[in-house]
Nanobody, 113 residues
Framework: VQLVESGGGLAQPGGSLRLSCTAA????????MRWFRRRGEGRELVASVGIIGGDTRYADFVKGRFTISRDNTQKTVDLQMNALKPEDTAVYYC????????WGQGTQVTVSS
C-alpha cells in the first residue's frame, strides 16, 4: 500500500499551492480520502471527500480557500490551496479511511514572505 504526496513547498501569503496524493495497492474507490496537517503536536483534519467525490467537507479554518477533489480512475486526491496564510504552514498528510486506514509520508508546506 502506498500513498505518495507531492506539490508541497514554499508559497507567499496570499499565494496558492496544489497538493496531490497518488494511491496504490488498495481499492481506492472504496475509501474516503482526507487531508490532515500537523503543526507541532497532533494532526488536524483539513478536508475530506467521499467515495464518489460529491461529499466534501472542510475545516472552518480552510473553508472558502481550499478545495479537495479526487479522481478514482487515476487514484489521486488533490488539495487546491488558495489565499494561503502563514498559519497554513504545516506538514500535510494524505489519508485513506475505509476498511483500513492508510497514511502518506507527508509533504511540507511553508507560507512565508
Amino acid at each position: 500500500v502506498q500513498l505518495v504526496e507531492s506539490g508541497g513547498g514554499l508559497a507567499q501569503p496570499g499565494g496558492s499551492l496544489r497538493l496531490s496524493c497518488t494511491a496504490a495497492g488498495f481499492t481506492f474507490s472504496s475509501y474516503d480520502m482526507r487531508w490532515f496537517r500537523r503543526r507541532g503536536e497532533g494532526r488536524e483534519l483539513v478536508a475530506s471527500v467521499g467515495i464518489i467525490g460529491g461529499d466534501t467537507r472542510y475545516a472552518d479554518f480552510v473553508k472558502g480557500r481550499f478545495t479537495i477533489s479526487r479522481d478514482n480512475t487515476q487514484k489521486t486526491v488533490d488539495l487546491q490551496m488558495n489565499a494561503l496564510k502563514p498559519e497554513d504552514t504545516a506538514v500535510y498528510y494524505c489519508n485513506a479511511y475505509g476498511p483500513d486506514t492508510y497514511w502518506g509520508q507527508g509533504t511540507q508546506v511553508t507560507v512565508s514572505s
